[in-house]
């Protein structure tokens, strides 16, 4: 009466439409493996490692050794090199931070004006940022402010004697500062990014109510790239706690320790003196810092960031 048809069992349907939807379901896990791999071991793995190391006595050569709270305690009470590259390190986040996000600003402002060539000319300023964090830009950087190096050739020229700038405390700090300054491109972008959104029309709004530049930059400009300001501002700030390079290249902490950061503390615990579990507790209380100033800078945020949703965060 009909063509006659194969019946195939119930359990081997049901699986092969299974299969399809199982696969589809991990599918996404498989192509982020790598990823989660990367972030599993090279991440979560060393983040847990030190902060049990913390708490321990443990020199790489050795079987840890519990402690408690004595390499906390140590570095507070008994360390005064801590404290030193804790308030060195305060000190070049305090210069170097609002430094580096004012030029960032001033820059993007002159970039986003419709000059001949601009694309080029934010090109070369991106610069700096891709080669600024490298061990060879910090020498480079060291020489360039050593007695005879040139930046004091060319304050020669304009009649002002040679400066110690890698031997003054003072001016050893400013140094590293400088340079810091000068990685000023990836929040140059953002800027430029933030100053291309604003609307223009209220830029016209308040000309024809008789604003000033200077003016507009302050009721208009600044206030719609708040959430780029806050943006940079943490990132800056986090970036600033963990630098080691310059301090380390330029100046190796000198002189009298006026550039040693807190990264430089951890280094020589960790890889001169040997000492993991105690360069732990010093990585953890930088975490701590880092954790309670980014805490303090997202509570007061709502006191001058603005959104474009009608209102502030």
């Not at 439409?17 to 199982?22: A, E, G, S, V, Y």
């Not at 071991?41 to 050795?62: H, W």
Request: glycine content about 6%; hydrophobic content about 50%.
């Amino acid at each position: 009466m009909g063509s006659k048809t194969k019946d195939v069992p119930a359990g081997n349907a049901l699986r092969q439409t299974r299969r399809p939807i199982q696969w589809k379901k991990y599918q996404g896990l498989f192509y982020i493996s790598p990823w989660l791999i990367g972030f599993l071991v090279l991440q979560l793995y060393p983040f847990i490692a030190s902060f049990i190391y913390s708490f321990t006595d443990y020199n790489m050569l050795s079987e840890p050794k519990f402690v408690g709270l004595e390499n906390y305690i140590r570095l507070f009470t008994l360390d005064p090199d801590f404290k030193k590259s804790l308030g060195v390190t305060l000190l070049y986040a305090l210069i170097s931070v609002p430094s580096k996000l004012i030029f960032a600003l001033i820059v993007a402002f002159i970039l986003n004006l419709k000059l001949k060539h601009i694309n080029f000319f934010r090109t070369i300023y991106y610069m700096p940022s891709i080669m600024g964090g490298s061990v060879a830009i910090s020498a480079l950087w060291r020489l360039m402010f050593m007695k005879e190096g040139i930046i004091n050739s060319l304050l020669g020229n304009l009649g002002i004697g040679p400066i110690d700038w890698l031997g003054t405390p003072s001016t050893a700090l400013i140094t590293i500062c400088l340079l810091q300054v000068w990685q000023f491109g990836s929040s140059m972008v953002l800027f430029l990014a933030a100053l291309k959104q604003v609307p223009v029309d209220l830029y016209e709004a308040a000309s024809i109510d008789g604003a000033s530049k200077f003016k507009q930059f302050f009721k208009i400009t600044l206030p719609m790239i708040t959430p780029i300001v806050f943006f940079n501002l943490i990132m800056q700030m986090v970036n600033s706690f963990q630098n080691f390079t310059s301090a380390f290249v330029i100046t190796n902490g000198g002189p009298l320790k006026s550039t040693y950061l807190i990264g430089m503390k951890l280094y020589n615990e960790a890889f001169k003196n040997f000492k993991m579990g105690y360069a732990c507790a010093v990585s953890w209380i930088m975490f701590a810092i880092i954790l309670v100033l980014t805490a303090i800078v997202f509570r007061t945020s709502d006191k001058w960031v603005y959104y474009d949703d009608g209102g502030k965060s």
